[in-house]
């Protein structure tokens, strides 16, 4: 018997050997790239955990070690600013306390991420409190930094004056130590995002 | 083209009627990885509920957010004694603090408003990724504005009600009652709408976590 083989016409062949490898190299590439693009996420979450605990842990230093004593003194007082006097301080202090162990805590997770792509339970848990930390930490640094705008400007209203003029060393000391809370703050905003972006991309 | 047509059809003829040995199938293995992963019913039925307490949970954000400004908006307070000059009144304009969170949760408040279109689009089609990841990123940002506000307004309220000795700071709650009332709520309320944000955050979380 003759079987006839039809010839395909030199385009349809060409068209149906482009889709083939096309197809073929599509599946490879997001077999490769994907687990890679997730490990270069972790890999820039774990580094920016290690800044953001470099942050909170100098704020929550910068904040507990300050103290200044004016060199004049009455007979009855003595001219003493401590942090411990505005309990709003030591509510920072705390709250980057706090903070700066929760990440110390979660650095095993991160590097756990780093290794395994398809954790994503963890992630989750991790995008969660993360949340609730950075939550917990931008109310302390609000209500230091509203202590310290007043501490500098004062309230006419309210017969509030402006400590600083006296103290002043005492007023450096803390607004600079809220520099380190607020990029913490950022850096926990672009961790959710990178954890986001991990959690989302598809798997097949 | 015609020539192309009836070839085409006698190449499926051909391997229809190939007989006993050559009765292969005619694999295509390429075709396959075009089909797209069908999700089973159950993550999708999920992720619908997920989206519809998402949208429930922003409302009730919505609505915190928007008690939270319009009660320390109309906070203001007149005590009903004056000397020659001063008429002693308290209002949310006299400290920037106040002012800072008035704006803040209204901004809060916009911000959800126009993400509940977004929210609609998550319950319509529960597999997206994209408005999700959007939601998940703009939601920890309202997260972070609305606490500032929350602990600002706080740390103030509280100077208000306890003064500050060394500082020379008296508490003005003392003679302004209604005023720190009003101002107190409006922080309850915002903490609430941070409570609310917390969880939508969550669920977005989970909903990205199937998203296939």
Same mark, same amino acid.
């Given at each position: 018997?003759?079987?006839?083989?039809?010839?395909?016409?030199?385009? &349809?062949?060409?068209?149906?050997?482009?889709?083939?490898?096309?197809?073929?190299?599509?599946?490879?590439?997001?077999?490769?790239?994907?687990?890679?693009?997730?490990?270069?996420?972790?890999?820039?979450?774990?580094?920016?955990?290690?800044?953001?605990?470099?942050?909170?842990?100098?704020?929550?230093?910068?904040?507990?070690?300050?103290? &200044?004593?004016?060199?004049?003194?009455?007979?009855?007082? &003595?001219?003493?600013?401590?942090?411990?006097?505005?309990?709003?301080?030591?509510?920072?202090?705390?709250?980057?306390?706090?903070?700066?162990?929760?990440?110390?805590?979660?650095?095993?997770?991160?590097?756990?991420?780093?290794?395994?792509?398809?954790?994503?339970?963890?992630?989750?848990?991790?995008?969660?409190?993360?949340?609730?930390?950075?939550?917990?930490?931008?109310?302390?640094?609000?209500?230091?930094?509203?202590?310290?705008?007043?501490?500098?400007?004062?309230?006419?209203?309210?017969?509030?004056?402006?400590?600083? &003029?006296q103290f002043n060393s005492f007023c450096e000391r803390i607004s600079g130590s809220l520099?380190?809370?607020?990029?913490?703050?950022?850096?926990?905003?672009?961790?959710?995002?990178?954890?986001?972006?991990?959690?989302?991309?598809?798997?097949? | 083209?015609?020539?192309?047509?009836?070839?085409?059809?006698?190449?499926?003829?051909?391997?229809?009627?190939?007989?006993?040995?050559?009765?292969?199938?005619?694999?295509?293995?390429?075709?396959?990885?075009?089909?797209?992963?069908?999700? /089973?019913?159950?993550?999708?039925?999920?992720?619908?509920?997920?989206?519809?307490?998402?949208?429930?949970?922003?409302?009730?954000?919505?609505?915190?957010?928007?008690?939270?400004?319009?009660?320390?908006?109309?906070?203001?307070?007149?005590?009903?004694?004056?000397?020659?000059?001063?008429?002693?009144?308290?209002?949310?304009? /006299?400290?920037?603090?106040?002012?800072?969170?008035?704006?803040?949760?209204?901004?809060?408040?916009?911000?959800?408003?126009?993400?509940?279109?977004?929210?609609?689009?998550?319950?319509?089609?529960?597999?997206?990724?994209?408005?999700?990841?959007?939601?998940?990123?703009? /939601?920890?940002?309202?997260?972070?504005?609305?606490?500032?506000?929350?602990?600002?307004?706080?740390?103030?309220?509280?100077?208000?009600?306890?003064?500050?000795?060394?500082?020379?700071?008296?508490?003005?709650?003392?003679?302004?009652? /209604?005023?720190?009332?009003?101002?107190?709520?409006?922080?309850?309320?915002?903490?609430?709408?941070?409570?609310?944000?917390?969880?939508?955050?969550?669920?977005?979380?989970?909903?990205?976590?199937?998203?296939?």
């Amino acid at each position: 018997m003759h079987i006839e083989r039809p010839k395909q016409t030199p385009s &349809q062949s060409f068209q149906k050997k482009m889709k083939a490898t096309m197809s073929e190299s599509s599946e490879l590439k997001s077999s490769k790239t994907k687990p890679g693009v997730n490990r270069g996420l972790s890999i820039l979450d774990f580094i920016l955990r290690l800044a953001a605990i470099v942050g909170t842990l100098g704020s929550a230093i910068a904040m507990g070690t300050t103290n &200044q004593t004016l060199p004049f003194v009455t007979q009855f007082i &003595q001219f003493r600013a401590e942090y411990n006097d505005i309990p709003m301080f030591t509510f920072f202090v705390v709250a980057n306390a706090i903070v700066s162990g929760y990440l110390v805590l979660s650095l095993p997770f991160s590097i756990f991420h780093i290794l395994r792509n398809r954790a994503h339970g963890t992630r989750v848990l991790l995008v969660f409190l993360d949340g609730g930390m950075m939550a917990l930490l931008t109310s302390g640094a609000s209500a230091a930094a509203a202590i310290v705008y007043l501490a500098h400007k004062g309230n006419a209203k309210t017969n509030w004056l402006a400590v600083c &003029q006296q103290f002043n060393s005492f007023c450096e000391r803390i607004s600079g130590s809220l520099i380190g809370s607020f990029a913490a703050i950022i850096l926990f905003l672009v961790m959710i995002f990178l954890s986001g972006v991990a959690l989302s991309h598809r798997r097949r | 083209m015609k020539n192309a047509e009836s070839s085409a059809i006698n190449v499926a003829s051909e391997t229809t009627n190939s007989g006993p040995i050559g009765k292969k199938k005619s694999t295509t293995p390429l075709l396959a990885a075009e089909v797209p992963i069908r999700p /089973d019913r159950g993550t999708h039925r999920m992720k619908r509920g997920l989206a519809i307490f998402d949208i429930v949970l922003r409302i009730g954000a919505l609505s915190s957010a928007l008690a939270a400004a319009a009660t320390m908006g109309t906070s203001g307070q007149t005590l009903p004694f004056f000397t020659q000059f001063f008429q002693f009144e308290a209002s949310y304009d /006299d400290l920037p603090t106040f002012q800072f969170f008035v704006i803040v949760m209204g901004i809060v408040a916009g911000y959800v408003v126009l993400s509940i279109p977004f929210s609609i689009v998550c319950i319509i089609r529960p597999h997206a990724a994209g408005p999700r990841l959007l939601l998940l990123i703009l /939601d920890s940002v309202a997260l972070a504005l609305s606490t500032a506000a929350a602990g600002a307004a706080a740390a103030v309220v509280a100077l208000a009600h306890s003064g500050n000795s060394s500082t020379n700071w008296l508490a003005v709650c003392n003679q302004f009652g /209604d005023f720190c009332q009003q101002a107190s709520g409006a922080v309850v309320g915002s903490f609430a709408a941070v409570l609310l944000f917390l969880l939508l955050i969550l669920f977005s979380a989970l909903s990205l976590k199937n998203a296939h």
